[in-house]
């Protein structure tokens, strides 16, 4: 059995498109929203930060938690634990340099999205936008008092959606 991968990221919609990169993963290239790990003494918060500028070359103030996400492999059954802010785009630096797996970044509509589901690294993707069009957003009390996240895993999974 796999540990579960703690990874954050972002929604980031601006006039109406959403703010996806396409990245390498496991051989195929995949449609995903700008996000990862969280480093030792990051808040998630700073994470998604720090995430979306290095996949995107943007810059974002990170909002609202929308939601804590959990998705598990079909095939290979690792589980994924993914929470998902809200941010607000503020701009991108073009000549800034991507993380290595990164192709491009995208700005697609939701229907851009929909139309490429079989093409997104999970379904995690699509149902965030969908939640986060439709208004859900997480008390920010949820996540006090599992700081480091990494050591408190069990209490975000048992506040998990399942995808």
């Known amino acids: 059995m796999y540990p579960t991968d703690l990874t954050v990221s972002a929604v980031?919609?601006?006039?109406?498109?959403?703010?996806?990169?396409?990245?390498?993963?496991?051989?195929?290239?995949?449609l995903n929203q700008p996000g990862g790990h969280i480093e030792a003494g990051e808040s998630?918060?700073?994470a998604v930060i720090r995430e979306?500028?290095?996949?995107?070359g943007c810059d974002v103030s990170c909002g609202e938690l929308i939601?804590?996400?959990?998705w598990i492999h079909p095939q290979t059954r690792q589980q994924f634990l993914r929470l998902v802010f809200v941010a607000e785009y503020?701009?991108?630096?073009?000549?800034?340099?991507?993380?290595?797996?990164?192709?491009?970044?995208?700005?697609?509509?939701?229907?851009?999205?929909e139309h490429r589901r079989n093409g997104l690294r999970s379904p995690v993707v699509l149902r965030c936008v969908h939640?986060?069009?439709?208004g859900k957003r997480q008390s920010d009390s949820l996540l006090?008092?599992?700081?480091?996240?990494?050591?408190?895993?069990?209490?975000?999974?048992?506040?998990?959606?399942l995808v």
């Open 44 to 46: 998630p918060e700073a």
């Open 67 to 70: 939601g804590v996400y959990l």
């Open 131 to 134: 939640d986060f069009e439709a």
């Open 90 to 113: 503020l701009g991108c630096d073009e000549s800034r340099t991507l993380d290595s797996n990164v192709v491009r970044k995208h700005w697609m509509a939701r229907e851009d999205i």
């Open 144 to 161: 006090t008092g599992m700081l480091p996240l990494q050591n408190n895993v069990d209490a975000v999974l048992a506040n998990a959606d």
């Open 12 to 30: 980031i919609e601006n006039n109406g498109r959403y703010l996806l990169v396409e990245e390498y993963s496991k051989g195929d290239v995949l």
């Open 52 to 56: 979306v500028r290095e996949e995107s």
